[in-house]
């Protein structure tokens, strides 16, 4: 399965959806199949290797850049890395590139999803975490997402005043390294 890009470091949204309904299983909480998301894509799509990395080699070979839309509802509300509020929006940017997911790494978000269980995730992540948020909707009532590289808080008070129940650290393996 397409589960990781070819021209970019990052996996694609068939590879978050599984690392989440693992996340899912673990916490013992619903999950959604993917009949429960539209899917969207974008062809011609070429990633970090190429633009960030310069691979030029790659660039004979564009890829289809696919997203899943969640059909739930759901309230993303994005913050600075000090958790000041900034804006209101959904979880996906129009961008053409993996910064399509959350707006990329420069925002902490959090996700009120309409799901009454008690249940509060906070997702550290890198950016291979960014394309998770869309799957964790059916299990939490709220998702928050931080990047690690860049939230200024204290991480066990945060969880404190927010009431998190579920930790999900979500790393590159080079991250770990």
Same mark, same amino acid.
């Not at 969640?70 to 053409?96: C, H």
């Given at each position: 399965?397409?589960?990781?890009?070819? $021209?970019?470091?990052?996996?694609?949204?068939?590879?978050a959806?599984? =690392?989440?309904? =693992?996340?899912?299983?673990?916490?013992?909480?619903e999950? +959604?199949?993917? +009949?429960?998301f539209?899917?969207?894509?974008l062809?011609?799509?070429?990633? #970090?290797?190429?633009?960030?990395y310069?691979?030029?080699?790659?660039?004979?070979y564009?890829?289809?850049?696919?997203?899943?839309e969640? $059909?739930?509802?759901?309230? =993303?509300?994005?913050?600075?890395?000090? /958790?000041? &509020? @900034?804006?209101?929006?959904?979880?996906? #940017?129009?961008?053409?590139?993996?910064s399509?997911? !959350?707006?990329? +790494?420069?925002? =902490?978000?959090r996700?009120? $999803?309409?799901?009454?269980?008690?249940?509060?995730?906070l %997702? !550290?992540?890198?950016?291979?975490?960014?394309?998770?948020?869309?799957?964790l909707?059916?299990?939490?009532?709220?998702?928050?997402? %931080? +990047? /690690?590289? @860049?939230?200024?808080?204290? %991480?066990?008070? &945060? !969880?404190?005043?927010?009431? !998190?129940t579920?930790? #999900?650290?979500n790393?590159?393996?080079? #991250?770990?390294?």
């Open positions: 399965e397409y589960i990781y890009a070819k $021209t970019d470091h990052h996996w694609m949204a068939l590879g959806y599984y =690392a989440a309904e =693992a996340l899912c299983k673990e916490a013992g909480v999950f +959604d199949s993917l +009949d429960r539209t899917a969207n894509s062809d011609g799509f070429l990633g #970090s290797i190429v633009t960030g310069g691979v030029k080699e790659l660039e004979k564009p890829e289809t850049f696919t997203w899943y969640p $059909t739930r509802e759901y309230t =993303a509300y994005y913050y600075s890395q000090n /958790y000041d &509020f @900034k804006f209101e929006g959904t979880l996906f #940017s129009t961008a053409k590139t993996y399509k997911f !959350i707006h990329g +790494d420069s925002y =902490a978000v996700v009120e $999803t309409g799901v009454k269980n008690g249940r509060k995730l %997702v !550290i992540k890198d950016s291979f975490g960014n394309a998770l948020a869309p799957f909707l059916a299990g939490f009532e709220e998702v928050y997402v %931080v +990047d /690690y590289r @860049k939230f200024n808080c204290n %991480v066990l008070e &945060f !969880i404190e005043e927010n009431g !998190i579920v930790v #999900s650290l790393l590159a393996a080079f #991250s770990v390294a």
